[in-house]
């Protein structure tokens, strides 16, 4: 049998234990916020938390990042995520190690039907993504919680029981030095896919097995291949089915395989078959070395409510989806940054409890959107019913022919930051704006990041406001989490300029009407509400309804 050649296994980074203070003699504590589960989301959640100044406890019952003796789950962060990174301080980090990438091409057979240019639609500092494998941005997320020094990290701790009370939850923790229990103002289940919480709570998760197989070939190749998003829908290196190809850091490539779903698993993954694979694609004398092989099939699952009582569910724990567009971690980041603000203004007494729940009334319909998503990607590259074959068959053929029927050919949308539907607390719904360049007055150029560095505020752009009501904005609303820019002249308001519109056009605005606006941006970088002839009165009810839920909003049905 030949030999191949494996590179040495990632080096994964070894956090240790410590004895927390309940095992030694310091009565139970009671922590506003609790996390548990140091995966993407887990980590993502502490970190914000920690930047916006706010103190919580994260438990993890391993002692390292990523999966030990598997590869990288995730590989691709969508440009939301990595605005999010931004805004925690390991963007650059991020940058500097990934694969930035915004062109991929779909093929069926031999031929190109699609194409897409990702960056087109951005007008962010950010690419539309990075490739990165998962272990990397959690260790990242873990030096950049240490240097913040506000998170009681807990490794090789396993929470084995949660107690609901009324005003906070109790929960038991298990170590090498012993259990002790703790008790949580706020408990946040990151624990992923598999949560024990949720099991434990019973609680209904809608799951669905797909039969579909795949295998994941990490390898490195001498000769390097083109940097671009490349996938086939029926390949024929690969008996007809699809293929993903994507390079990831360290130039280690993803080439991930579908199978057919009767062949073994063990089979499949053995290098010389994986060897087979890759010279059956990329041809006999191809050079290259494996990184990891591993077989899988995916579930989905979605929980009804991410709140019950006092606990959160957020990233795997609350909703899974199939991988295709990469929207599982993305979306788990994006659950932690939905509640991090919130989290941070009420245990800092600035908004009620109830704010909490438009975690929920946000997030659980997002993940509800990505399911649909990614189940009809999954649907579309392994059909389940003759009507789907006959579907799948039209589509690719009317492809070759017509452009109208390419962006039907659907080997996975890629993760998006989702809108999110009118609610008590966003009268007009919300949807996510760049990390855009602003114009300072001084002729410099920032992001608009480095607007919400500061704390947990509101930003609002208001677009040449008039003097008056600026003046009385300002006072009025002076002890509200807001910072007011003026955008254009203004003798009242630090000013910000948009020579191109580019903002404003990015806002929804017509830069040549949009005198007299207010665009109102929440600390999660959502546009939470447009006030055309903004007044000091409109601003602080569209604040309210923000942090207090609008009342006649909520009595709408
Ligand atoms: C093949 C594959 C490819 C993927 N590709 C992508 C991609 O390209 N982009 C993307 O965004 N996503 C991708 N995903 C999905 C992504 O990997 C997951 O969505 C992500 O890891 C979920 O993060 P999480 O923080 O919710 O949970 P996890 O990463 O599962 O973390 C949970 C953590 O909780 C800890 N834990 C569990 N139980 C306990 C307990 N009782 N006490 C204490 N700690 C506990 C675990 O040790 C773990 O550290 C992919 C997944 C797969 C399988």
Known sequence: MAEFKFAPPYELPVYPFTVPPELQGSPMQRCPIVIVGAGPAGLTLACDLAQRGVRSVLIDDDNTVGVRGASSRGICYAQKTLEIMDRLGICE?????????????????????????????????????????????????????????????RWCSRVSDVQQREDHVVLQVQTPAGQYAMQADYLIDATGANSPIRQQFGLETHTSRSADRWCITDVRFKKPLPVERW?????????????????????????????????????????????????????????????????????????????????F?????????????????????QDAFNLGWKLALVTQGQAPDALLDSYNAERQPAAAENLRVTSRSARFLAPRSAAEHVLRRAVLKLARKHPFARPLVNTGRMSVANDYPPS?????????????????????????????????????????PATDQAQHARRELATWPLDLYAVGHSEVLPTQHDPEGVLARHLGLDPAHCAGTLCLIRPDAYLAATLPDCSAMQLQQALHAALHAALHARATP
């Open 93 to 153: 980090r991020i940058l500097s190690k990934g694969v930035a990438w915004s062109f991929g091409r779909t093929f069926s057979g031999e031929e190109e039907v699609y194409h897409f240019n990702l960056q087109n639609q951005s007008v962010s500092q950010q690419p539309p993504f990075v490739n990165l494998q998962q272990f990397y941005i959690e260790g990242f997320l873990v030096d950049r919680i240490q240097a913040l020094g506000l998170t009681d990290l």
């Open 231 to 311: 996938t086939w829908v029926d390949a024929p290196f690969n008996h007809g089915r699809a293929v993903w190809q994507h390079l990831m850091a360290d130039d280690v490539w993803r080439m991930d395989y579908q199978m057919s779903e009767d062949m073994d698993p063990e089979v499949i993954s053995r290098p010389e078959v994986a060897a087979e694979r890759i010279r059956a694609q990329l041809g006999e004398h191809v050079e290259f070395e494996f990184v990891w092989i591993g077989p899988y099939q995916y579930r989905d699952h979605l929980l009804d409510d991410f709140r019950h009582g006092r606990v």
């Open 313 to 333: 569910f957020i990233g795997d724990s609350a909703h899974v989806v199939s991988p295709f567009g990469a929207r599982g971690g993305n979306t788990g980041i």
């Open 424 to 464: 008590a607390w966003l009268p007009q719904g919300a949807r996510t704006v760049q990390n855009l360049t602003l114009h300072g007055p001084d002729g410099q150029t920032h992001r608009l990041m480095d607007l919400m560095r500061r704390g947990t505020r509101f930003v609002g752009l208001w677009f040449s």
